[in-house]
Nanobody, 121 residues
Framework: AQLLEDGGDTVQAGRSLRLSCGPS????????MGWYRQAAGKERELVAVMYNFGQTIYSELVRGRFFISSYPMKRWFLQMNNLEPGDTAVYYCYLRGTIWVNEQPEAGEHWGRGTRVTVSP
């Protein structure tokens, strides 16, 4: 199963972007869905995660500017407002759960291939 992201772009500081993610198959259950990012030369870091019991956690670096939302069990989004050059990174969507592809379940952690966000000063 694959996760497919889109929405990455090059923008000026202060602008907004919306990232979107969806599976190549059908999600039957999940415990977490969210977004991570990796800047050049740095470790991959959590941006935002949504738990199936409703709690949402944001990185301190993005809280108040970024917002995660979803169409339950179908797609999820990352609304990024007031972007800063420090937000420049490749953004990866993530799911811990089960995705059915060709009538076969694939359980565990699933990652997208990443979408690049570049914020210029």
């Amino acid at each position: 199963a694959q996760l497919l992201e889109d929405g990455g772009d090059t923008v000026q500081a202060g602008r907004s972007l919306r990232l979107s993610c969806g599976p190549s198959g059908t999600i039957s259950e999940f415990s977490q869905m969210g977004w991570y990012r990796q800047a050049a030369g740095k470790e991959r870091e959590l941006v935002a995660v949504m738990y199936n019991f409703g709690q949402t956690i944001y990185s301190e670096l993005v809280r108040g500017r970024f917002f995660i939302s979803s169409y339950p069990m179908k797609r999820w989004f990352l609304q990024m407002n007031n972007l800063e050059p420090g937000d420049t990174a490749v953004y990866y969507c993530y799911l811990r759960g089960t995705i059915w592809v060709n009538e076969q379940p694939e359980a565990g952690e699933h990652w997208g291939r990443g979408t690049r966000v570049t914020v210029s000063p």
